[in-house]
């Protein structure tokens, strides 16, 4: 293991790292920045996406060895101590490491559902633009084993430092794609053999009541803004029964609940 | 309405809003600080915490009419624009409302638990610090209808501010008490006939079999830690299966999925 030693903060072979907050607010190229050791085994284990360089408190390198040698032939790590990374990133990295990744091209929607399997579980997410939701959603379609994500135009980046980070790395593993403005999903979905169900309060259907098909869509939209028409015409709509008057669950534990009804009888039959 | 016109952001007649984000970070002598239409109704709407003084862009005084007619006598109402509410805040405050609140009086979970009605549901929080997922927890408890949550002495407070904002409000709302440092939770809650199931990735039963009693509580402690070994022992454990290598979810989304399948019933029964 050949640890690159970094004591100035201005050291330009980092400069990838600097002010890292900051940076997720502006344009990004193809780069991300994956904290901490799970997520950074999660970018190793990516087939699609690829760690580029990585920075890591010095002190640690020896426990992390084995992930560090999992790394692709010719990625560079820089070892520094905490006080120099806490200077790079402009906070305090509790984390003790950062990867710089490039992430895969886009691939269209009708590639990523040529692959999936069989039996697939799949995630629609509309307009979704909160960083949270982003990784709540991806965290429990992992957990669930989710075969992909499908996200709409107007959702956010799964690989905003924030999202990567809450979803614990399954961003990275989980496979997605992005729908191109006014793409059929619906027609796309269907022309695949899926099912396609969208969570709505005034759903028709309770989830407990809904027997899961070979090939599931579950279709998830902002909190408060309801999903368009077409989904609620095009699809079977469901419920998730809840006390009178409250008015909802957040969307990220509502894919939980949903995913936990579609996944038990899709662990059994696989 | 009697709205008192604030134009100064060092008046002192509302110096409890003051840079409310740092004051966060220490002791509160029972006041708390609620943001927001919804969550203020919460608090209108609570029968033990009260509001004390409320804050408000003088713009939204007149939408917002019904609210503030619905306080208790007394409260004053001090309207300001949103520049000076931002400057009195510390940071843009674009829900455009605070109150003061003061909390109840803390009561013994045994009084808490003499109150519940016959067919109850419980949620039981160990070692919870994380205010986001506290907040969760009490949203979800409110979804599902619970009748009550307690929390152990080492969780965190949910009447914290961001607590309370990511509830909703649902903390104001849902009647909860806190264990003494060494009271022995499982004892008062066989005693009051409940049977108690403890999440553990462990757990004996998968959740989707369990047939849930008339009166159930569900006990869920903090993310990687694990319960305490008396839980694992002196409870039914549960486990919701997921796929494999995937450690566990958010702990809030668990207690969305368990209570999901215990308020099933518990609506159909009531």
Known sequence: MNLLNVTDPDDPRIAAFRDIRERDLVGRENRFIAEGEVVLRGLVQSARHRPLEVLIDAKRAEKLRPLLEALPPGVPVYGAGQEVIDQIAGFHLHRGILALG????????????????????????????????????????????????LLDAESCDPLYRKSIRVSVGS???????????????????????????SLSPRGEVALADVVPPQRSALVFGAEGMGLPEEFLTRTQTVSIPMAGGFDSLNVATSSGIVLHHFAQPFFSRK
Chains 1, 2 share one sequence.
Do not use: C
Not at 113 to 138: R, S, T
């Open 102 to 149: 490039q992430s895969a091209p886009a691939r269209p929607v009708s590639e990523l559902l040529a692959q999936l399997p069989e039996k697939a579980l799949v995630l629609v997410l509309k307009a979704i633009a909160n960083h949270d939701n982003m990784g709540g959603l991806f965290r429990n379609a992992a957990a669930f084993g989710a075969d992909a994500v």
């Open 171 to 197: 961003v990275l593993t989980v496979p997605y794609a992005r729908l191109m403005d006014g793409e059929d999903v619906l027609g796309l979905l269907e022309h695949s053999g899926f099912r396609t169900f």
